[in-house]
């Protein structure tokens, strides 16, 4: 079975500061995909990055990045130069390609201090 | 990306009443996706409904308890039945337009029990 591990609960940050969070992944399946969001106090869903397992280069989309380590079965979301609008919840998600669904770790609230 | 209306944004019921969610997408899907999120936890994936078939629902939810309706390839409903507290949660749903772009949620339904 799939499953999803978000290990840090809670994170604070430095405004401007780079910042990890962690996210590690099972499955025994070769093709899939690793998804970040973003969930805000308001509670909407955002779309952050993708990464499929096939992908050779790391995702980027502006200031995010993911650190995609295969054998390792870890996707770690980077922002770089943190802002205070970036404090927020941030889930890992996986979808397998045979299937349609994703599901989620537990997440990572990220505090970021002025 | 697919851009989805979910109503009602809240709502306050009283135990062993029945609430239906509705979710619009602007364009047509093939799959879309029931999610319950309580309070301080993840997304936890209800169901996947598909136009034209019944709903597959993941273990721990049952159709009676969250009946859904997939009349065609733009809308479908939620029903929570015979609400009790534990009901009390945020309700999304959400569609898949392609993996790179991410799955697109539907703002939510905060809904409370009493």
């Known amino acids: 079975a799939q499953k999803i591990t978000q290990t840090q609960p809670g994170m604070f940050v430095q405004e401007k500061e780079a910042v990890t969070l962690d996210c590690t992944y099972d499955?025994?399946?070769?093709?899939?995909?690793l998804f970040w969001y973003k969930q805000p106090s308001s509670g909407e869903m955002i779309f952050l990055i993708y990464q499929g397992s096939y992908d050779e280069q790391n995702a980027t989309e502006g200031r995010y990045s993911l650190n995609f380590q295969k054998a390792r079965k870890s996707a770690n979301l980077v922002i770089s130069a943190s802002q205070l609008g970036d404090s927020a919840m941030y889930f890992c998600a996986m979808g397998l390609n045979r299937d349609d669904k994703i599901i989620f770790g537990k997440g990572t609230r990220l505090h970021i201090l002025p | 990306s697919a851009v989805i209306s979910q109503k009602p944004s809240r709502d306050i019921c009283q135990r062993g009443t029945s609430l239906t969610i509705q979710c619009q997408v602007d364009s047509q899907v093939t799959m879309m996706f029931w999610y319950r999120q309580q309070p301080g936890q993840s997304l936890t994936l209800i169901a996947t409904?598909?136009?034209?078939?019944?709903?597959?629902?993941e273990s721990g939810f049952v159709i009676d308890k969250f009946p859904i309706s997939r009349p065609n390839l733009t809308f479908s409903t939620l029903t929570v039945s015979n609400m009790s507290p534990e009901d009390s949660s945020i309700y999304l749903c959400?569609?898949?337009?392609?993996?790179?772009?991410?799955?697109?949620f539907g703002s939510g339904t905060r809904l409370t029990v009493v």
């Open positions: 959400s569609v898949d337009r392609a993996s790179y772009y991410g799955y697109t």
């Open positions: 409904a598909n136009q034209g078939s019944e709903a597959t629902y």
């Open positions: 499955t025994s399946d070769q093709s899939y995909g």
